[in-house]
């Protein structure tokens, strides 16, 4: 392997000027030195030795070019004509902001698909100019506008997934040749702790399901883990999913592997299995919806009175609609491992509202439901439904911390009258003392 460019031009920097200034003898040995080191042809390797560092006068393309050998061209910075200007990147901001900072991908499959919309809502400022560089703009120009801001929303969670032993040798595991992934009615299931980084006593979870084959997303607040309310809420989402429930999948936590969930999947015949311990992604399509639908939207905040318990159900009531007819998903086509790397190719970006319509296991009644059901519904309004529910249940979380904060007595009183306070009794206990002894001294 020989010397790189950059080492040449060092060479060469360092070695005209003694050639320049050296004797015919001085020359000859430093040109037989030079041509061995960097591999220049002799001749090639004269006429950079002696003209580097002077002024040489070139024609090219019929002009005279004045420039000095060994010395680069300065560039000029290239200003290329922004096509996608300010005005643009603030209204895709806005709507990254407004829908829940979707990915590049999944955004600009919601902004095609609701052109209209944007232009009839005067709160985005959309004219006709703005409206055909949205329908223009690629998924990777809208991630790159946006990357500075994505950098600065980033939390974690903690898991509270405990094994429950009972009933684990009869739940079977589930392999990939178990289910029908083209089949709707398979869901995962999974629970999010809502404890605001505090485990002690109770409070509210989220139970997430997730049909494995449309993306169909299902969210119902619990009290608390107990198995009754698992077992009720999976009743209740069956009854009225827009499709058969046919299985569910969860993972060898406790709310899930017992006998009320079991019993009432034999009853209704609905196959039950588990993942695999310590294998978090066998449950891939339900933990993502995890982050995406759980906790960008609600957070890591604690919810554990009645109130908050309402507010949360009330918060659901209006993002599955949200996230089952308006938010794109991807869902992945296939995966194939070359030597280290491994290459995943997803399906294009779709509603799972779509998804249903286009699948040909799903009844033609059902679809004619759900077709009614978006007839009726805004894509704005019902966002403004869910924000107005989060706001209400972090307005609950906030009163209830300044109750806290009231409640302790110490906190309550101000420094300057627990002094004042302290102060006074000292006095009164010292005059107190002075008028006993005054008393015995007269006895």
């Not at 809502?121 to 409206?131: A, C, L, N, T």
């Not at 790159?144 to 595991?173: D, F, M, V, W």
């Not at 990939?176 to 980084?197: I, K, M, N, R």
């Not at 949200?322 to 995966?335: A, G, T």
Request: glycine share 6%; net charge positive.
């Amino acid at each position: 392997m020989g010397l790189q460019m950059k080492e040449k031009q060092a060479i060469t920097r360092e070695t005209a000027p003694r050639y320049q200034r050296g004797t015919r003898k001085e020359k000859h040995h430093i040109l037989e030195e030079f041509t061995k080191l960097t591999g220049y042809n002799r001749k090639y390797a004269i006429h950079l030795l002696s003209t580097w560092g002077k002024e040489q006068v070139r024609i090219i393309q019929g002009k005279t070019v004045r420039l000095v050998v060994g010395q680069p061209k300065q560039r000029t910075k290239r200003v290329g004509r922004r096509i996608y200007d300010e005005r643009v990147a603030a209204v895709v901001k806005q709507i990254w902001e407004t829908f829940d900072y979707l990915c590049g991908k999944r955004l600009a499959v919601l902004i095609r698909t609701n052109a209209e919309v944007w232009r009839q809502e005067e709160g985005f400022s959309i004219d006709e100019e703005i409206q055909a560089k949205l329908l223009s703009m690629s998924p990777a120009t809208i991630d790159r506008r946006l990357q500075e801001e994505r950098r600065k929303l980033k939390l974690k969670g903690r898991s509270y997934t405990r094994a429950g032993s009972l009933l684990k040798q009869q739940i079977p595991l589930r392999v990939f040749s178990d289910w029908d992934d083209q089949q709707p009615g398979f869901f995962e299931l999974d629970t999010v702790a809502h404890d605001g980084g505090r485990g002690e006593g109770e409070f509210c979870w989220t139970l997430t399901m997730t049909d494995v084959a449309s993306g169909w997303v299902e969210l119902r607040a619990l009290r608390n883990r107990a198995h009754r309310w698992v077992k009720e809420e999976v009743d209740r989402l069956a009854s009225t999913l827009p499709f058969p429930l046919q299985g569910i999948d969860s993972d060898n936590g406790g709310e899930f592997i017992n006998r009320q969930l079991w019993d009432w999947c034999n009853a209704h015949h609905i196959t039950f299995t588990r993942s695999r311990p310590y294998r978090k992604n066998d449950s891939c399509y339900v933990e993502q919806k995890n982050d995406l639908a759980v906790r960008r939207t609600v957070g890591y905040d604690r919810f554990d009175t009645e109130e908050e318990y309402q507010a949360l159900q009330e918060v659901y009531r209006h993002l599955c609609p949200l996230l089952n007819f308006y938010y794109p998903s991807m869902k992945l086509v296939e995966k194939v491992r070359i030597g280290s790397q491994v290459k995943k190719r997803y399906d294009a970006p779709q509603t799972p509202y779509l998804r249903l319509l286009e699948s040909s296991q799903v009844e033609n009644s059902v679809k004619e439901n759900l077709r009614n059901q978006v007839a009726q519904m805004h894509l704005v309004k019902q966002k403004q439904l869910v924000d107005q529910a989060v706001e209400r249940l972090l307005q609950l979380s906030r009163q209830k911390h300044q109750g806290h904060s009231l409640s302790n007595g110490r906190e309550a009183v101000p420094k300057e009258e627990v002094h004042i306070s302290t102060e006074s009794t000292k006095k009164e206990k010292k005059k107190q003392k002075e008028k006993e002894r005054t008393t015995t001294t007269k006895g």
